[in-house]
């Protein structure tokens, strides 16, 4: 599963793109927000710091506008994904940028029904919120599944983007239900690697080697 990050701050991303582990980034409006920052010009050099996909969504609602805002936005970079929401307009824009060679992501998924016309607009990845189902009572990882089935019975090669992941059971749910990337908060990218038997292993292997006086010789 690839693991793109869930950020639009250029701080951020630079403290994990150099892990070699970042796979993509995704945006948001709301994340653009937070930055304070020109939304194109942090596109600009997150696109070049990034070598994988780079959502950048539209504002606009209706057809024109968001065919517009998406053509502007794909001229950035030829890494970046052009993100719009599940809605009419924005499936007939989906339509019609992929038909110009643009990848497109497809926002704001809630149902497996949705995620399906998403696919036969032909988006390159679909993008259903796991944690925002959650926060309702509902099932997001089933959602996940039911997205999966979907797919693979008729052959949609658009790609699941598990998104609004909140901890790292998401992380894992995620890659046993077949999501083929998750979008992930700095944060939750951080804490990825946390177990404490890793940390208390590494510090018996230390002491161990210390006391005994081992060493690697010629470093
Ligand atoms: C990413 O594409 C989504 O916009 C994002 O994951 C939403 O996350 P949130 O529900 O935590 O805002």
Same mark, same amino acid.
């Given at each position: 599963m690839k693991i793109?990050?869930? /950020?639009?701050d250029i701080k951020e991303i630079r403290e994990f793109a150099d892990s070699g582990l970042v796979d993509g980034i995704t945006t948001n409006p709301s994340l653009a927000a937070k930055t304070g920052r020109d939304y194109v010009e942090a596109l600009e050099e997150i696109?070049?710091?990034?070598?994988?996909?780079? /959502?950048?969504e539209v504002l606009a609602t209706?057809?024109?506008?968001?065919? /517009?805002?998406? #053509?502007?936005? !794909?001229?950035?970079? /030829? &890494?970046?994904?052009?993100?719009?929401?599940?809605?009419?307009?924005?499936?007939k824009a989906c339509r019609a940028l +992929?038909?110009?060679?643009?990848?497109? &992501?497809?926002?704001?998924?809630f149902s497996p029904v949705q +995620?399906?016309?998403?696919a036969k607009a032909g988006a390159t990845y679909i993008s259903p919120f796991i944690g925002r189902v959650d926060?309702?009572? =509902? $099932?997001?990882?089933?959602?996940? #599944?039911?997205?999966?089935?979907?797919? $693979? &019975?008729?052959?949609?090669?658009?790609?699941?983007? +598990? +998104?609004?992941?909140?901890?790292?059971?998401?992380? #894992? =749910?995620?890659?046993?239900?077949?999501?083929?990337?998750?979008?992930?908060?700095?944060?939750?990218f951080k804490s990825l690697l946390n177990h404490p038997l890793t940390d208390?292993?590494? !510090? !018996?292997?230390?002491? $161990?080697?210390?006391?005994?006086g081992v060493k690697i010789r010629g470093t």
């Open positions: 793109f990050l869930d /950020s639009a696109a070049k710091l990034v070598p994988g996909s780079v /959502s950048a209706d057809f024109d506008g968001i065919l /517009s805002q998406g #053509r502007r936005l !794909a001229k950035i970079a /030829s &890494n970046i994904t052009v993100k719009v929401p599940l809605t009419w307009d924005g499936l +992929a038909g110009e060679g643009t990848t497109v &992501n497809v926002t704001l998924c +995620a399906m016309m998403a926060d309702v009572g =509902e $099932d997001g990882m089933g959602l996940i #599944r039911d997205i999966r089935t979907i797919y $693979d &019975n008729y052959g949609f090669t658009t790609q699941i983007l +598990a +998104a609004s992941v909140r901890h790292i059971m998401h992380v #894992r =749910e995620a890659a046993l239900a077949g999501a083929d990337i998750a979008t992930i908060p700095p944060s939750v208390k292993g590494l !510090a !018996a292997f230390l002491a $161990d080697a210390q006391k005994a």
